[in-house]
């Protein structure tokens, strides 16, 4: 865990901290943890009570495993911040993206403008697999993923979901 392995061997960085200023540093640390361990690991749909118990949120050397209340802070975090959304009613479960949703639909919509596919049908694996698509940062992004962003790019009216596989650019 790169530029923060001082933290995950500091024990109270595993329980959910009081005092709002070092929580907030605490939540963006383990945020980005998160972030860096999914990218590592191609690792986009979380259930919170597995990844607790996963190396993640455990040090054996330090005896150290998240508290429950400390994952679902984190992942609530991700979620207010856009790289993460709620699959089922009771949190346990979520969809997380190393981009934001938002940046993701913004850099589907610069593509199709620049790559000539507006008012085109495109299917949602060519936008996550496709070999016009190198290069950008939806590439090899899980489709589930990348079916939020363009609906959000639907509620915007900047695209129309056909089906579950094709996307029409407007």
Known sequence: MSGQAWQVSFPPFYTLQKNEETRKKQLDAWSSLVIEHSRKTSTSTIDLSEIRRSVLFTNSKIERQA????????FSQLVQKGNAIWKDKSKSKCLLSSQTFSSLAAALYNWAQMSGHINQVCTIFELSQGEEISGEIFQNVPEE??????????????????GTDGVKFF
């Open 145 to 162: 993923i990348i079916i939020i962003a363009l609906k959000l790019l639907q509620k915007e009216r900047k695209a129309e979901l056909i």
């Open 67 to 74: 508290s429950i209340e400390l994952v679902e802070a984190v």
